[in-house]
């Protein structure tokens, strides 16, 4: 009997207090495909407190349209400015609770993973980001997105994808000799 293909959704964003990107991706068995991407844009509001209530709005709409089974977003890293990692942290605490309120698992990564997972490189710049998803998805030049902030939230769903299929070992094993010792079984004696 053949298996039905499983479905996924992945929303993916990258939190921003002026510009937030997003992407969205769909999977079915182990194929990842461009659902949509974009950019909520909060530079006409002044009020950060009223940036704060677009994102929750804007992250609810996305989710009400797209009907994402998980959300990845990226981990704010830590820069010189106190101020600016405290807006990035609030913007993106509006994100995940928008993601709570309809009970969608959240998984959180560190830029340096999301671009080592693209790329290869955890220095990676945005343009080599942009440049591999668009290779991998296969999108073309005309649907590249003005911001990149977009393909950075695509590539957080990217991520997460990558990261899906790699499942985590539930025992640490400091060498070879430690681990014949835990899996006995796993060992052939010739």
């Known amino acids: ?21 997003y992407g ?9 495909e461009l659902i949509a991407m974009g950019v909520i844009d909060l530079r ?21 349209s797209y009907l994402p089974d998980e959300v990845a977003i990226e981990a704010p890293f830590f820069g010189k400015n106190v101020q600016s990692m405290l807006k990035l942290g609030r ?3 509006v994100a995940m609770a928008a993601a709570l309120s309809r009970d969608i698992p959240i ?8 671009k080592m997972a693209i790329t290869g490189k955890g220095q990676a710049s945005k343009e080599q980001v942009a440049d591999m998803l ?6 073309s030049k005309e649907d590249m997105p003005t911001f990149m902030d977009a393909t950075d939230g695509l590539a957080a769903a990217y991520c997460h994808y990558l990261q899906m299929g790699r499942p985590t070992l539930e ?7 430690d681990f014949i010792s835990k899996n006995p079984d796993k060992v052939k004696k010739v």
Do not use: C, N
């Not at 053949?2 to 990258?14: A, N, R, T």
């Not at 969205?24 to 990842?32: A, E």
């Not at 998984?107 to 999301?114: S, V």
């Open 134 to 139: 668009q290779r991998m998805l296969h999108i």
């Open 91 to 93: 913007a993106q605490g």
């Open 24 to 32: 969205v991706l769909k999977i079915t068995g182990t194929k990842p």
């Open 1 to 21: 009997m053949i298996q039905p293909v499983k479905e996924k959704i992945i929303l993916g964003i990258d939190p921003g207090t002026t510009i937030m990107g």
């Open 171 to 177: 025992k640490g094993y400091s060498g070879w000799k």
């Open 107 to 114: 998984t959180e990564y560190a830029p340096l993973k999301i």
């Open 44 to 64: 006409k509001y002044k009020d950060h407190y009223l940036k704060l209530g677009k994102i929750f709005e804007r992250v609810i709409g996305i989710i009400e």
